[in-house]
């Protein structure tokens, strides 16, 4: 039987009070409260505060800290060797949004089964604080006195229009809200997209910042309440008949949701997510919850029709075709 401390891993390195360590706490705790054995994940990550947060949890499980803006070409790579790795990523708003794009992109329109964790603190913490792509255009950067100039990307928005089917946003300090939400990641059979406002306490979190633990707080609106329900798991009396849906997924798991709001967000609908995040946008607000998920997605393994067995355990002669087949391959073009 494990205990929640063979899912920690390394001490942090990272500032005292730095969003990216709540949210390696809430993935720890996800872990070890889906019962996940770590031996089977593989994290993957870039290069970034962020990115260096793989080391801190789950110290038995695979692990690789890739380049700057990568990380979704070696993950795609792992998975495809070896289908039977739940892969988690963890990446940051530069790593994702600016140099990383066209693969975060790739690897959603793939639907390459993974959790994809942006730390999103709206700069390049590692690198002292530039503005990254999601850094919302006139906040102020407090040590050298400048605004930025530019349009801000939204991952989510981003995620939702480029066909991922579970797309989330949370705050690194609502663990409540989080944890839930890591949880059904893991049953998710597809891409798992999860942005999570991560205060940077050293570059992005002064006045005049959106990504500051204040500005969250007060402009934080939380879409739902919801809960994930294992195959075999008792049902709360917490959900009242009417009041709530369920999304299955695979593996027999459920997702509960109650919404506070009715009729506010369908979960099931694109064009509703992305319409809530506009009107948010508009208003200064920032959505937290799940915002889009697809009750079917079809993942790259079974669309690619991988065998079951992982390809790295095949043998010389199970991947090559024989000299026969391939002669019955050429004739196809002849
Ligand atoms: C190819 C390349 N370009 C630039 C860098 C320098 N660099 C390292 S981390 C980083 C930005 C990290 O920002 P983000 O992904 O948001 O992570 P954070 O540190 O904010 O968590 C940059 C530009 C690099 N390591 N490699
Ligand atoms: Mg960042």
């Not at 400048?146 to 663990?175: H, W």
């Not at 506009?278 to 690619?304: H, W």
Request: contains cysteine; charged residues 20%; aromatic residues 6%.
């Amino acid at each position: 039987m494990k205990s929640i401390n063979d899912y920690k891993g390394g001490p942090s390195t990272l500032c005292t009070g730095c969003g990216h360590d709540s949210v390696t706490q809430h993935i720890t705790k996800a872990f070890f409260e889906a019962g996940v054995d770590p031996s089977t994940v593989a994290k993957i990550s870039g290069i970034g505060c962020s990115s260096k947060t793989t080391a801190y949890f789950m110290n038995t499980a695979h692990g690789f800290n890739s380049i700057h803006g990568r990380m979704a070409s070696i993950a795609t790579g792992a998975k495809l060797a070896n289908r039977n790795l739940l892969m988690i990523g963890i990446s940051g708003d530069g790593d994702t949004a600016s140099i990383g794009l066209s693969g975060f992109i790739h690897l959603i329109r793939r639907n390459l089964p993974m959790i994809y964790i942006v730390e999103n603190n709206g700069v390049y913490g590692l690198t002292k604080g530039q503005f990254s792509a999601t850094a919302d255009k006139d906040v102020l950067f407090k040590r050298a006195n400048k605004q930025n100039q530019f349009q801000n990307l939204d991952v989510c928005q981003l995620a939702i229009d480029t066909g991922c089917e579970f797309v989330a946003r949370s705050f690194s300090g609502d663990g409540k809200q989080l944890v839930p939400l890591i949880k059904a990641a893991i049953f998710h059979p597809g891409t798992a997209v999860i942005d999570v406002v991560s205060p940077c306490i050293t570059y992005a979190n002064h006045d005049g910042s959106t990504k500051s633990y204040d500005y969250v707080k007060e402009h934080n609106v939380r879409l739902q309440e919801f809960g994930l329900i294992l195959e075999h798991s008792p049902i709360t009396a917490d959900y009242e008949e009417g009041e709530s849906i369920e999304i299955s997924l695979s593996d027999g798991a459920r997702i509960r949701l109650r919404k506070p709001l009715p009729n506010e967000l369908d979960i099931q609908s694109r064009r509703s997510a992305l319409n809530a995040l506009a009107d948010a946008r508009e208003q200064g607000q920032i959505l937290t919850g799940l915002l889009y998920c697809s009750p079917r997605s079809e993942p790259l393994t079974e669309i690619l029709k991988l065998p079951k067995t992982p390809l790295r355990d095949l043998n010389r002669e199970q991947l090559a075709p024989s000299s026969q087949a391939f002669e019955h391959i050429l004739n196809h073009f002849r």
